[in-house]
């Protein structure tokens, strides 16, 4: 079983081959590829590259699948006795990617 520890949007994420995950927004339209060089470890079977930060010569290519936005989250404040009250939504927008290929 291979893997591999990707970063991106400030956030790290544990990808294989043929996982579909969902990321902070690339700017990337939806069905091209992309790649990522900040690649943090790479293990293949008994096999294991970890990086100094990064694994050098090693990337991670995976197709775009859509872009969209996250559910609305709603922030509501308030100070009791005072009348205040505020609330606020916020939707995220993120890019969901299909792994193709682990090479390091």
């Known amino acids: 079983m291979s893997y591999a520890i990707i970063q991106t949007g400030g956030k790290q994420y544990r990808v294989s081959e043929g996982d579909v995950l969902s990321v902070e927004k690339l700017n990337v339209e939806a069905g091209k590829e992309t790649t990522f060089s900040d ?4 293990v293949n079977g008994d096999k294991v590259n970890l990086g100094t930060p990064l694994v050098s010569g090693a990337s991670v290519k995976a197709e775009v699948v859509e872009q969209y936005k996250d559910d ?29 290929k682990i090479s390091a």
């Open 39 to 42: 690649v943090l470890l790479v």
């Open 72 to 100: 609305k989250v709603i922030a509501f404040k308030f100070k009791r006795r005072k009348g205040y009250h505020r609330t606020v939504g916020h939707r995220r927008q993120l890019t969901e990617l299909k792994i193709t």
